[in-house]
C-alpha cells in the first residue's frame, strides 16, 4: 500500500522511501490530482486503481533495477548505467507488471466494468 503525499508543489509522480520501504504517490502532481481529487476522493474508482497500480509498480520495478545494477559488480561505463537500469525496469514490468495491478486493482470492480463495457460495444454492434 502506497503513502499519499500533499505537498503542495511536487516535482515527480512518485518517490521511494528507503526508510519504510514505501512508494511515496505526491497527490498534487497535475496528472495524479487529475484522478485522486485533492484529498484522494477518488482513490478507489477504477481509473484511479489502475493508475495507483501503474505508480506502484514503476517506482517499485525502477529500484529494484537500480538495485539490482549497483550490486551486480559488472562495471558499466557511466553512460551504460541508465540504459541497463531502464532494460531491467522494463523486464520487470513485463514479468510482474499484471501482478501488482491484480493485488492493487479490485477484480470485481474490474470484471465489474468489463462486463458493463461488453454489453455496450455488442450494443453498439447491434447484436
Known sequence: ??????????LQRTSYSAETGKVII????PSTKHYLGDIC??????PTQVLIADLVAERCFLEIAKKKVESSGVTLRPEAVHDRIQRDTFE???????????????QNLLIEFKSFEGKVVSNAKGE
Open 1 to 10: 500500500e502506497p503513502e499519499f503525499n500533499y505537498d503542495s508543489e511536487p
Open 41 to 46: 476522493q477518488f482513490r478507489k474508482a477504477l
Open 92 to 106: 520487470l514490468s513485463r514479468k510482474y507488471g499484471k501482478k501488482v495491478h491484480e493485488a492493487l486493482v479490485d
Open 26 to 29: 505526491y497527490v498534487n502532481f
